[in-house]
């Protein structure tokens, strides 16, 4: 019997000791060639994203018959009322009413519920394309913005109501700029 202790006690020994070496060892290095071909398919991979991404927006404009403008980096925005307040600036604090929504109407947050959305423009916080697309009002303003996903919340979506990879629809309303 204690034969037969010793030589579990051993084994538990041998596994444990072999299993703790085993998660010691060190990945190999990475070579130049493998880091550069890998990083070469993932930018192929993004902009095959942004491609597909580009052609949803498109095709929810022609759906819904909207004319809308493309910023250089991708969004997309109408200009539905011109403000006549102060510009919207960098370093200023800006303060919206808003709503949400997904492409298939689908709606994610609101003002009227979360009340106003305020922030100071440049500092981040918020979506990039938010801030982009803020820039472009005056006080008083309203615009709808379309933002692919690496101009909202990208890959992994907020972790609440909008989901991965969303691209989202914006109404906005300036109310205020200090």
Known sequence: MIFSELN???LYMVFLVSLLFSCRRENPPVSEENYRATKDQMIEINRLLVKKDRQRIIG????????MKESETGLWYTIEVEGDGLDASTGRRAAINYKISLLDDTECYNSDEDGPKT????????????????????EGGKARFI?????AHGL???GNRIPARAIIVYDVQLISIE
């Open 8 to 10: 579990t006690s051993s």
């Open 60 to 67: 929810y404009l022609e759906r819904q018959d909207l004319t």
């Open 119 to 138: 922030f100071t423009i440049g500092r981040g916080g918020v979506e990039s394309g938010l801030e982009e697309g803020i820039l472009l009002l005056r």
């Open 147 to 151: 933002m692919p996903p690496y101009l």
């Open 156 to 158: 992994p979506g907020d």
